[in-house]
């Protein structure tokens, strides 16, 4: 089973500033089958990337996402107020197959 | 408009029964699979398992495999995940979610289940 480790945990940025957030696979995984997701307090997850680099629809772009084999990145360029939440990385794995797998979650909070 | 509708917060006492649901609307239900994912309080997401209603194939998570059964009514766009005995440890916010190998762009609004004596 693959282990997606996402880092750091907790990351604290002011508005305005660049987050760079870590997801990192126990074995290689493809880029086709990894995915980013916002959750905020008291909502369901959303999807933000998906394919490693692709934004799902009404994502705006200063959400990017990119990386292969078992380094992922999820990068948020210039900080809104609402950004700050918990992400998510998730794969899907063929080994055994149809397994998917998320990441323990990366906090972004404010400075 | 897509979406994922589930079924209403439960207070259970250990041992019991439960079985909540999911219910998809404005897309062909039988063509995508559905993913159920636990949230503990406080926790972050956990991947429980996965069907395919137009056949019924199910898939579960190894941490979850036995622990809960993943079923679907195609005849009423509706998914299902059930426990036969309830523990206090399956206290948990559980999401079903429209899942293709690439991600899950579809989300139920969320089933609080609440277990305690």
């Known amino acids: 089973e693959i282990v997606l480790t996402q880092s750091p945990g907790t990351l604290s940025l002011s508005p305005g500033e660049r987050a760079t957030l870590s997801c990192r696979a126990s074995?290689?995984?493809?880029?086709?089958?990894l995915a980013w997701y916002q959750q905020k307090p008291g909502q369901a997850p959303r999807l933000l990337i998906y394919g490693a680099s692709s934004r799902a629809t009404g994502i705006p772009d200063r959400f990017s996402g990119s990386g292969s084999g078992t380094d992922f990145t999820l990068t948020i360029s210039r900080l809104e107020p609402e950004d700050f939440a918990v992400y998510y990385c998730?794969?899907?794995?063929?080994?055994?197959?149809?397994?998917?797998?998320f990441g323990q979650g990366t906090k972004l909070e404010i400075k | 408009e897509v979406q994922l509708v589930q079924s209403g917060a439960e207070v259970k006492k250990p041992g019991e029964s439960l079985k909540i649901s999911c219910k998809g609307s404005?897309?062909?239900?039988?063509?995508?699979?559905i993913g159920w994912v636990r949230q503990m309080p406080g926790k972050g997401l956990e991947w429980m398992g996965i069907i395919y209603p137009g056949d019924s194939d199910t898939r579960y998570s190894p941490s979850f495999q036995g622990q809960v059964t993943i079923s679907a009514d195609k005849s009423i766009s509706t998914a299902y995940l059930q426990w036969s005995s309830l523990k206090a440890s399956d206290t948990a916010m559980y999401y079903c979610?429209?899942?293709?190998?690439?991600?899950?762009?579809?989300w139920g609004q969320g089933t609080l289940v609440t277990v305690s004596s």
């Open positions: 979610a429209r899942q293709s190998k690439s991600a899950a762009g579809i």
């Open positions: 404005g897309y062909s239900f039988t063509s995508y699979w």
């Open positions: 998730q794969q899907y794995g063929s080994s055994p197959p149809g397994m998917y797998t």
């Open positions: 074995q290689s995984v493809s880029s086709s089958y």
